[in-house]
């Protein structure tokens, strides 16, 4: 299993060099992985369908509770089958859609690492796991969004992306971590066994803001819905595969999964449903008004997001049991669509749907595959996503609190979509041809296969109802309850208020249909709503941080070494000085105040020594009395017992006075450059900092908080060691790897200077 | 006698941050010196300070008898002083190199040629 | 270095070297079992040469020295971090002592261990980095 997780990132290595040897036929060659993949996952649907779960596990970091154990429940079984089967599908997509392009190669390493970082995410059963591939999954899509870095937006786009999924991230990793404190395990599996422990603890409305922030941002929520449309910016099969099928669902997926340890509280209940259901609708509108093909896909995405946090939120049985079914009914029709798009994309040269009318004799399978999966958009029966909308408008009705404002907002989204999808599916294909960039013809099998196969998939699944139940989605909803559900998916419900609903989505989805243009009309001068999204808030705070940083570096770091130093040491007076008084209550420890005529002489010496140098006007004098510093140091070594200390300073301080002579004397005299105001400013820091040290001193004075290794260590020193030189034996043997370290940094002081010299030396050569 | 050595590691840290604060490069050299005799002062002081026993074993026993002064500060200040030296140097010698580049000895005048 | 030094200092340059050179090898070798070691004994071979630079100039130095610093300091570097190695030969942590006791007749005991030849690599270290830097200072100054 494990290796089955990892297999994408040890292939993302080697596919490179693969699609290098095997040039347009890599698609192809590569796809075998992610098929082999599915194979294998489809293995276990019998074994979770009767144990309801299966742990594999595999030790990480034990010390930090860090494991890579799987978890392979209905639910992640079923994105698992998701990401493999999609994926399949999308590698040699990407090989017809990219065939040729300079960077394919590059374009797999990514995606296959993508793809090992999703399995990995849906497939752990450890929160820090989780949250490393979740934060993979994030990188993943960066690098994606903006895999054509030469174009500007590109990179703005995948910029966006990123610092909105991560900074929700980050807020998710705390959450994660309250959660396994909370719950006292980061296993998966006992957290959510643990029952109310989570719900009834007073860090529970902290943990749900924080996972839900990382959840909505990733999920592309209201209001951080913007970054994905913006995505788009993306080759075709990652808009297809990571912004609409996988890893935007990652939020809807880790919603999911916590649902029974956090949700079926109030807090859960309102926030998952007002976010998810305005998502929906903000989503279903922004379709309504955007003229790019990939763009009302996008938006139909973040419709479908809505939905399923929303019915997560309302997690009845019938929502549940609604969400995985729409979840699956989504993941077929949206690849394929996106699929279809960049196929129109690709053989037109261009997105805009206004630009294009006619296909239908030229591109004959895809309109076809087209008008299946958009019908599955728009949940006509007999397609699979008429099942699903007709248990999204259950689940609704039926939703505790809320039914009358999700309902509304559920119809109202469902008109919107059903004439979005007849606009997708009807438009570009029929009436006149009309001129576009490229001579249209029909797309390479490589670009059809996937959209055939998933839209077929959603006619079959839903004339057959109880195929996808019996597999996944009845273990999967299991999963997400809580507790075992009877599941079963037919198109006739009889007449009931969902019907009567779908058919109201549907006729106002006509009628919307057939006056688009003039709601395109209307609605695109409703230029406010782009002057006053969400995004401008976003451009906003980033002018912001960049105001910030600029006004930070000028004030903090404005190349005068004496403001660094201030702040430095202020910084380090204040705190310790706030610590020693409030926290340690002040404390002083004078002890023994025993002291003979001499010690008192060499310590007034290095005193005296210290103050003459900073204040004589004389290089020689400020020389003379450091050195007097130096020995007076070394005399101290020597007088409390570290023999070795006194000879080593003795020595460097020799060395340190040939230094100076050679270097010192060749710079300028002394200046007196402060005013008499600077110095007081200055004597006072400098002061400060000595007040500081000697109170610390004082406080620790005698005071022994553990007992100290080094009686271990001087145990150890002859027996173990056969030295007698306790200091020596540390240096050489016991910390013999920390001496290598400092010997390495003396190397590179010598060098350095050497390279300083000689460089300086080139120069005048030149 | 650590109260008394308390005071002059505190001389020692105030003389060296008010060298270290002038404009003069030189005095930011005399900062650094008395600023790692500070810092090795400080360690040495705050570990304890024993009278004429040092951590020596005596030929043919196992320990050192009596009370002995911990080992493990000295080691760890004995390679602190040969490191600052090494990073005196360095710092010297890029001082210099500095000056010589700019052709000025105030660091408020180094500032404006740093981008 | 422009002019050598006086007649007193090269006499007693040349007359201390060799003494100096002599005491630091004994300071490195008693240096398990008393005040000494690698990072001393370094520091006094150093300044020996130091004090013969100041006495001649840089090229006799040099020639004294008969590698060039650099050379030593890398010299060091390998053999300290190679002392690290052989433990693991016999399943034992990088870095864990070995010892191997020489009985030498009339002499005594003379402990060979995998923490001496570090000390000598510390040793060769912090010869090697303080010759380079003041030999390449006083190369500057001449």
């Known amino acids: 299993m494990l290796i089955a997780v990892l297999s994408g990132f040890i292939l993302a290595a080697f596919a490179p060099w693969l699609t290098r040897a095997f040039g347009d036929k890599a698609g192809w060659l590569l796809a075998i992985l992610p098929a082999s993949l599915f194979v294998y996952f489809a293995s276990f649907i019998p074994a979770v369908s009767e144990q309801g779960a299966v742990v594999l596990e595999y030790s990480w970091i034990p010390g930090l509770d860090i494991s890579l154990n799987m978890l392979v429940d209905g639910l992640s079984l079923l994105f698992a089958l998701l990401i493999s089967g999609i994926g399949t599908f999308i590698i040699t997509y990407a090989g017809g859609y990219l065939r040729g392009h300079e960077y394919l190669p590059r374009f797999y390493g990514i995606m296959f690492s993508f793809m090992a970082a999703m399995l990995g995410l849906v497939l752990s059963n450890n929160l820090i796991t989780l949250f490393v591939f979740w934060e993979l999954t994030s990188i993943t899509s960066f690098l994606l969004i903006g895999f054509n870095h030469e174009d500007k937006q590109a990179r703005w786009c995948a910029l966006q992306g990123l610092l909105v999924t991560v900074a929700g991230g980050l807020a998710l990793l705390a959450g994660l971590v309250m959660i396994g404190i909370t719950a006292g395990s980061f296993e998966l599996s006992e957290v959510l066994a643990g029952g109310d422990v989570l719900r009834d603890n007073p860090l529970y409305t902290a943990i749900v803001l924080l996972v839900l922030a990382g959840c909505f941002t990733k999920s592309a929520q209201v209001p951080f819905h913007f970054w994905l449309p913006n995505a788009m910016a993306a080759p075709t099969p990652v808009s297809a595969f990571l912004h609409s099928a996988t890893m935007v669902k990652a939020g809807v997926y880790l919603m999911a999964r916590l649902n029974p340890g956090l949700g079926g509280t109030d807090l859960w209940l309102y926030l998952l449903g007002i976010v998810g259901a305005l998502t929906m609708f903000t989503g279903s509108f922004m379709a309504l008004r955007s003229t790019g093909i990939k763009a009302i896909l996008a938006y139909t995405t973040i419709m479908a997001l809505g939905t399923l946090t929303m019915l997560i939120g309302i997690g009845t049985e019938a929502a549940i049991i609604a969400a995985m079914t729409f979840l699956l009914a989504h993941a077929l029709y949206k690849a394929a669509l996106f699929m279809l798009a960049g196929a129109v994309d690709h053989e037109t040269g261009t997105k805009n749907i206004l630009k294009l009318g006619g296909l239908r004799g030229l591109m004959p399978i895809t309109f076809l595959a087209a008008c299946v999966a958009a019908l599955s958009l728009a949940g006509l029966p007999p397609l699979f996503g008429f099942i699903a909308k007709e248990l999204m408008f259950e689940a609704t009705i039926g939703a505790p609190g809320i039914a009358f404002f999700v309902s509304l907002l559920a119809l109202a989204s469902a008109m919107m979509i059903a004439a979005m999808a007849a606009v997708f599916a009807i438009r570009p294909f029929t009436g006149e041809l009309k001129e576009t960039p490229k001579t249209p013809h029909e797309a390479p099998p490589s670009m059809l296969a996937g959209p055939v196969v998933l839209a077929s998939l959603s006619l079959i699944f839903g004339l057959l109802g109880f195929i996808p139940a019996g597999a996944v989605v009845g273990s999967a909803v299991q999963a997400v309850y809580g507790s075992p559900l009877e599941v079963e998916l037919y198109l006739w419900h009889g007449f009931n208020l969902p019907l009567l609903l779908s058919v109201l989505a549907i006729v106002g989805g006509v009628v919307l249909f057939l006056r688009w243009e003039q709601v395109l009309d209307t609605f695109s001068r409703m230029t406010f709503i782009d002057r006053f999204g969400p995004e401008r808030g976003y451009e906003k705070s980033m002018d912001g941080l960049t105001w910030l940083a600029a006004w930070q570096t000028r004030t903090l770091q404005n190349g005068y070494l004496r403001t660094y130093l201030s702040v430095t040491v202020l910084t380090t007076v204040v705190l310790t000085l706030w610590a020693y008084f409030v926290r340690a209550g002040a404390p002083v420890h004078i002890g023994d105040l025993d002291f003979t005529f001499y010690e008192l002489a060499v310590a007034g010496l290095v005193v005296v020594g210290a103050i003459v140098a900073s204040v004589t006007s004389s290089r020689l004098g400020a020389v003379a009395t450091l050195g007097m510093v130096g020995f007076g140091v070394a005399l101290i070594y020597v007088l409390f017992s570290a023999p070795d200390l006194g000879i080593t300073q003795i020595m460097v301080e020799t060395l340190t006075v040939i230094l100076l002579v050679l270097v010192l004397y060749r710079l300028p005299g002394f200046l007196k450059l402060s005013s008499p105001a600077a110095r007081v400013r200055d004597a006072a820091i400098a002061g400060s900092l000595g007040v500081t040290m000697t109170l610390l001193i004082l406080a620790v004075n005698g005071v022994t908080v553990v007992e100290p290794i080094s009686d271990q260590l001087t145990a150890w020193s002859y027996p173990e060691a056969h030295g007698r030189n306790i200091v020596n034996v540390i240096l050489v043997d016991f910390r013999a790897l920390d001496t290598l370290g400092e010997l390495f940094v003396v190397g590179l002081a010598g060098i350095g200077v050497y390279a300083m010299i000689r460089l300086r030396a080139e120069d005048k050569g030149q | ?115 | 270095m422009t002019s050598m030094g006086s007649l007193i200092l090269r006499t007693t340059a040349r007359f201390l070297l060799p003494l100096l050179l002599l005491f630091s090898v004994f300071i490195l070798l008693r240096g398990h079992d008393e005040p000494g070691g690698g990072f001393i004994a370094g520091l006094i071979v150093s300044t020996a040469f130091a004090l013969y630079l100041f006495a001649f100039d840089v090229a006799r130095t040099r020639e004294l020295m008969g590698a060039d610093p650099r050379f030593l300091l890398g010299l060091g570097l390998l053999i300290a971090t190679l002392s690290g190695i052989p433990p693991i030969f016999f399943g034992e942590p990088f870095f864990t002592g070995l010892w191997w006791p020489i009985d030498v007749p009339g002499f005594g005991e003379v402990k060979l261990s995998t923490p001496l030849i570090f000390d000598i690599g510390v040793y060769l270290v912090v010869f090697g980095a303080v010759m380079t830097i003041v030999l390449a200072l006083a190369e500057a100054e001449e």
Do not use: C
């Open chain 2, 1 to 115: 006698m650590e109260a008394i050595m308390a005071l002059v590691v505190g001389a020692l840290f105030g003389a060296s941050v008010y060298m270290m604060l002038r404009r003069s490069i030189v005095k930011l050299v005399i900062g650094l010196i008395l600023l790692s005799n500070a810092a090795n002062l400080l360690i040495f002081t705050v570990s304890g300070l024993t009278r004429g026993a040092p951590p020596l074993i005596p030929e043919g026993m196992q320990m050192p008898d009596g009370a002995w002064a911990d080992p493990l500060p000295q080691a760890l200040i004995l390679t602190a002083i040969v490191i600052g030296f090494g990073v005196l140097a360095f710092a010297v010698v890029l001082i210099h190199r500095a000056y010589e580049v700019v052709g000025e000895d105030d660091l408020d005048q180094m500032r404006s040629t740093d981008t």
